[in-house]
């Protein structure tokens, strides 16, 4: 692939990223729009066999466990290759990995199918819908033939850093689906009906992504000829670590509900539950700041000096770019669920901001723990998460008879401050970077920003107590949220930096030019090369 740039420019990053993050936010919304309505027509029986029936699939479904980390790996894969004009690599890779994924989506398809009436029985689907979804389980589950697949392609998408393609399909077939569900639903077809469109969905975002990853890749071949057990077994061997990985996160997450569900009453799960959500709000723009970063990793992966930047820089701004969403729901937790739920959530109210704390923690490590993993460097860290994980348990088992939900919140808390110094220090030692720099431009920028934020937040609390309005607590928290990021950017930015992050931020939005320049900076500029530009920071090469 001639002409391929072997570094990422930061435009190119930042564009990536903010598709990323518009993307999920629309689907959310889609998704919160169209659930009420999903539930007057179905009523709740129905919507409920729907949604075990979408457990069946690849997104967000069981299913996505059986990719095994492949698709993780092919990403890393392809954009390795794409660094090195390794066309050869790139259909090696992502032939092998579709020729694997239909494999195992053929027979996942072919086994739901016949268990579909089971499924319909264990799920104790009620008399009058036995029939309906037994054929929507069927349809959910045999469509993986295609779901699965087409994984191939969107990690195609992904490792060529083609953010903005990949969210276009993502949106068009949540659009899509949304427009099919209320035409099936007000023609009566039920959840039969809206299995059907669940696949045709599919179906038209494998063709979508297959054209768009060959647009991506000129000459990409990926039929089964260059599909090789080599490649295989390198896939797996990375694959597998990252499956690892994800388990032990799963389990970290999920250890929670269990003690609580064991140990306590039900009533305990459900204000646990209310205060998930707005961790979970939190976590998802925690994910969005470096959810375009694995690409950009791989194929910088030769240059320490530009993988030093992308740590302290990236790191820097995701922080800058999160932590104010967390401190503002932790101070406004109180009004936040009060407005929201009502006073039965007060109970609540705890809980969330222990969620919240915890993640202020884990914003630090968000960017070094992402590029380790894009590295391959996932040893220490499922190491050090094992271990937090062994401590999370323990302390939850100890506090959750005396604290409830707040004792199982506690362990993760302090499980979460256990690691956190281990995994700064894999990082800073992998990267080469000394603790006292890193403090100085992570940290240090963060204090005047965050404490004027929180003034401004205390001040809202006074000014709306007992107001009882869920629309002016969002209006105060966006308010809190600008006066940190401006404070951040006049005060905490030097002005260089200030300039490149404005110019940065100009070319993303309006796509760059047609070549931006690498992130590496320009020969003699001493500056620049004491700081050479990462991914994850603005662009500084001279025009």
Known sequence: MPGVARTTSASTLVRNTLANGAGASVGMAIGILITPFTIT??????????????????????AAMSDLGIEAA??????????????????RTVATTLVFFAIVGGLLAIGMVALASSLSSLFDAPPGLVHASTIAFALIGGQLVIEMPSRALTAVLEGTQNFVAYQAVELSKALSFAVLTIIVLLTDHGIIGLGVSYV?????????????????????????????????????????????????????????????????????????????????AAALVQSMSV???????????????????????????????????????????????????????????????????????????????????????????????IGMLTVNVAVSLVLVGPLEVEGVLLGTLVATIVGWVPLLVIALRRFEVDATDWVRRIVVPQILPTGSQVAVLFVGLWLLDDVGSLILDG?????????????????????????ALASTLRRAIRRGAPHDPPTTPPPGDSAAQANPTAAAGPDITPR
């Open 41 to 62: 027509q179905l009523g709740l029986s129905a919507y409920g066999v729907w949604s075990l029936a979408l457990t069946l699939s690849f997104a967000g479904g069981y």
């Open 74 to 91: 092919t990403v890393r894969y392809v954009a390795e290759a794409e660094g090195d004009d390794d066309l050869a690599g790139i259909n």
């Open 475 to 499: 209006l105060w928290i966006l308010l809190s949220v600008g006066t940190y990021l401006a404070i951040f950017v006049r005060l905490s930015l030097p002005e260089p930096e200030r300039r």
């Open 291 to 385: 959810s375009a970063l694995v690409p950009a990793v791989a194929k910088a992966r030769n240059d320490l000096a530009l993988l030093r930047d992308m740590l302290l820089r990236g790191t820097s701004y995701s922080v800058a770019a999160s932590l104010p969403f967390t401190t503002a729901a932790i101070v406004f937790a109180g009004p936040l669920l009060r407005d929201w739920i009502g006073p039965e959530a007060n109970g609540a109210i705890t809980s969330a901001q222990l969620f919240l704390v915890y993640l202020t923690f884990a914003v630090f490590h968000m960017v070094s723990t992402t590029m380790l993993v894009a590295l391959g460097n996932v040893r220490p860290i499922l190491l050090t998460n």
């Open 200 to 280: 045709a969905t599919s179906l038209g975002a494998f063709f979508a992504y297959w054209f768009l990853a060959h647009r991506a890749v000129t000459g990409l071949r990926v039929w089964p000829g260059n599909a090789s057990r080599s490649e295989l077994r390198r896939l797996l061997s990375y694959g597998s670590s990252v499956f690892v990985f994800r388990l032990t996160g799963t389990a970290y997450r999920q250890m929670d509900r269990l003690i609580l569900g064991v140990a306590t009453e039900p009533r305990l799960v459900a204000i646990y539950e209310i205060a998930n959500k707005v961790h979970l």
